[in-house]
T-cell receptor, first 114, second 113 residues
Framework: DAGVIQSPRHEVTEMGQEVTLRCKPISGHNSLFWYRQTMMRGLELLIYFNNNVPIDDSGMPEDRFSAKMPNASFSTLKIQPSEPRDSAVYFC????FGGGAEAFFGQGTRLTVV | KNQVEQSPQSLIILEGKNCTLQCNYTVSPFSNLRWYKQDTGRGPVSLTIMTFSENTKSNGRYTATLDADTKQSSLHITASQLSDSASYICVVRPTGGNNRLAFGKGNQVVVIP
């Protein structure tokens, strides 16, 4: 398996534009997580899905953020409208829910909003 | 207050030397504690995992310890190499059906020749 695949790797956009980040989890995993990482706050959980169903979205900053998981092999994180303070690295991770299963991370998407 | 605190925030060590990173957590009860290594520009990768009943776990030159009574863990790097330059993140998984991991902010390690 190629691991968790995220796209794009880098995104530069103007304030106010819509941004869509994409994630393909590892085949067979049934939990998917979206994280945001900044120097100040480290890794923060935004939302996670079990079996394609959002379980905990309390980390989503505000209504400008939305996430979907239409099937077991694809998820999106959308920011609309984007703001400069959204600039960060966004990671997607997947795991098999249960016990001490390891969460495997993608390479991340570095988002810069100017 | 963050449930996982790591120290030092950053350190610089000479190649070949040892170092120890600290993790204090308040998550209780917990299922397991992992140390992840995150290279610059990449996602975190798991180094070690310890359950509540384990005291130590090694992975090559990396040795993690756990004291569940004091809620402390450490990661010891032996004979550091330039490739050890990375951020090391302590992650605690709570028990129960909650899949919400608690992350520390990481220890940034720079190994210099």
């Amino acid at each position: 398996d190629a691991g968790v695949i995220q796209s794009p790797r880098h995104e530069v956009t103007e304030m106010g534009q819509e941004v869509t980040l994409r994630c393909k989890p590892i085949s067979g995993h049934n939990s998917l997580f979206w994280y945001r990482q900044t120097m100040m706050r480290g890794l923060e959980l935004l939302i996670y899905f079990n079996n394609n169903v959002p379980i905990d979205d309390s980390g989503m900053p505000e209504d400008r953020f939305s996430a979907k998981m239409p099937n077991a092999s694809f998820s999106t994180l959308k920011i609309q409208p984007s703001e400069p303070r959204d600039s960060a690295v966004y990671f997607c991770a997947s795991t098999y829910f249960g016990g001490g299963a390891e969460a495997f991370f993608g390479q991340g998407t570095r988002l810069t909003v100017v | 207050k963050n449930q996982v605190e790591q120290s030092p925030q950053s350190l610089i060590i000479l190649e070949g030397k040892n170092c120890t990173l600290q993790c204090n957590y308040t998550v209780s009860p917990f299922s397991n504690l992992r140390w992840y290594k995150q290279d610059t520009g990449r996602g975190p990768v798991s180094l070690t995992i310890m359950t509540f009943s384990e005291n130590t776990k090694s992975n090559g030159r990396y040795t993690a310890t756990l004291d569940a009574d004091t809620k402390q863990s450490s990661l010891h790097i032996t004979a550091s190499q330039l490739s050890d330059s990375a951020s090391y993140i302590c992650v605690v998984r709570p028990t129960g059906g909650n899949n919400r991991l608690a992350f520390g902010k990481g220890n940034q390690v720079v190994v210099i020749p």
